[in-house]
């Protein structure tokens, strides 16, 4: 297992397989307990078994076999459930049962383990399991017994109805040619109304939600109300960079729409069974606005909660207010969640002051595409002592710079360009205005430009992409 690796969950459908638990102590017969409602055959394994073990073995639910265990014993065997307490004994077993293709479960002995297992709750037919990858078990219990309490608040234990009921309406749907995985309804028609009904005490009320739900299913080709959607500012660049709203609503995502200068690791945040969707654009490639919006529109009409996670903040050159009206235009609701802009995060993390009462009182945030050849700006902003922040400059610094130039601008005038910023990958190079003018960006995307005096700050110490020229030369 690799440092960053996360185990794959996987429910296991052990009906009428052999499992063979080699110790009968308190820790197997623990074991024991979790696997007689799997419907495997259990043996198990120890000289001298719990009286708990010997117990169920009277009521025949497994059995004993009173002896140390033996290369054999791994025959035809599905699981093996190490509970020896004994690494030594564990990697024999292991060894054993490799050949003949039974998995091993160590327990408590991650390094001896082909899968782990996790600890759970049960609400019926339904489980929720919490592992630590077999880091640390007792983590994972304290995890299920914190854990218990806000699902029993959530989720009553009397729930269990509510999973049969679905199970039946599934297989009568299947039989009527009515199926389809069509969550939005299964969660309005049937979820939603059936908990409803449990929770406020009526669980024999499922029933009249089942063949209600089973009745309407079949009409139910778009869900009883749209999705939403929610553009989300991602910030500057590491995903700790992220608001705390930002990163709530990615947690209940149905969808992520995902730019490709938000951090890969936002993602994360994001239900497994979230899509999430690329629509990375730069110069001269990607998805279109057009279809971008047709993307967020369609989605939440589906039911979707859906996230359009843009890096930086949604409305500084993001095109949101396009988003916005879009999604609005379609009656569906739409939330703002803003985010750092890289115009004033960048030049943060690289400990540049945009104003600084001695050198600069005011800034002006520009569009780097649009600045280089066409902003009827340019000349005042060339007067101006305010502090320059360009955004998309990697391509069009020279062309601007050489702009700036021509309207006056000094030609010793500082300029910083921060790349990657707040990411492991961020850098910062510092030049004059005749420099970029000659020479460009020394970075690729995503990088900020900085122009004016305050771009001559020494802030927190940064790598210089000079050194790097100077060290790789």
């Not at 009521?59 to 599905?78: E, F, N, S």
């Not at 914190?146 to 679905?166: K, N, S, Y």
């Not at 047709?294 to 050159?317: E, S, Y």
């Not at 990657?420 to 005749?434: F, S």
Request: glycine content about 10%; aromatic content about 4%; proline content about 6%.
């Amino acid at each position: 297992m690799t440092e960053h690796s996360t185990p794959y969950l996987l429910a296991w459908r052990l009906v009428g397989r052999s499992v063979v638990i080699v110790g009968g102590g308190s820790i197997g017969t623990a074991k024991a307990e979790t696997l007689l409602d799997s419907g495997a055959r259990i043996t198990v394994l120890d000289p001298t078994p719990s009286a708990r073990m010997q117990d169920l073995a009277r009521q025949g639910r497994l059995q004993i076999k009173q002896r140390r265990a033996r290369p054999t014993d791994m025959v035809g065997v599905a699981l093996v459930v190490a509970a020896t307490g004994d690494s030594r004994t564990n990697r024999r077993l292991r060894r054993w049962a490799k050949p003949f293709g039974a998995v091993v479960n160590a327990v408590d002995d991650v390094n001896n383990c082909d899968v782990t297992v996790p600890a759970v709750i049960r609400r019926g037919p339904a489980t929720i399991g919490i592992t630590t990858g077999g880091a640390t078990p007792a983590g994972a219990r304290f995890l299920r017994e914190e854990l218990t309490q806000l699902v029993g608040d959530a989720i009553p234990e009397t729930v269990g109805p509510l999973f049969e009921q679905a199970k039946a309406a599934r297989a009568h749907l299947r039989e009527r040619g009515e199926y389809r995985y069509d969550y939005a309804a299964w969660r309005q028609l049937y979820f939603e109304p059936g908990l409803e009904a449990i929770r406020s005490g009526r669980p024999a009320a499922v029933d009249e939600v089942r063949r209600r739900f089973e009745a309407e299913f079949a009409g139910a080709v778009t869900p009883l109300r749209s999705g939403s959607v929610t553009l989300v500012g991602a910030g500057p660049g590491g995903a700790d960079l992220i608001t705390l709203r930002g990163a709530r609503a990615l947690g209940t995502a149905d969808v992520v729409v995902y730019d490709r200068l938000a951090d890969p690791e936002l993602l994360d945040l994001a239900p497994p069974a979230a899509e999430r969707i690329p629509v990375g654009k730069g110069k001269g490639f990607g998805t279109t606005q057009d279809e971008i919006n047709a993307l967020l529109v369609d989605k939440a009409l589906a039911g979707n909660k859906v996230v359009r996670l843009k890096g930086g903040d949604p409305f500084i050159f993001g095109r949101g207010a396009e988003e916005l009206e879009a999604v609005s235009a379609a009656g569906i609701e739409a939330v703002v969640v803003p985010g750092v802009s890289s115009a004033l995060g960048g030049p943060a993390l690289a400990g540049i002051p945009l104003t600084d009462r001695r050198l600069a009182s005011s800034f002006t945030v520009i569009s780097g595409h649009s600045a280089a050849t066409s902003d009827p700006c340019i000349a005042s902003l060339a007067a101006s002592d305010s502090t320059l922040v360009v955004l998309m400059a990697a391509s069009t610094a020279d062309a601007l710079s050489q702009r700036l130039l021509d309207a006056g601008r000094l030609a010793s005038e500082p300029v910083a360009f921060i790349h990657a910023a707040g990411t492991d990958a961020q850098q910062v190079a510092r030049r004059t205005l005749a420099e970029v003018a000659d020479a460009g960006c020394p970075f690729p995307s995503p990088t900020v430009m900085v122009v004016g005096p305050v771009a001559a700050s020494v802030g927190a110490p940064q790598p210089d992409v000079t050194a790097e020229l100077l060290l790789h030369g």
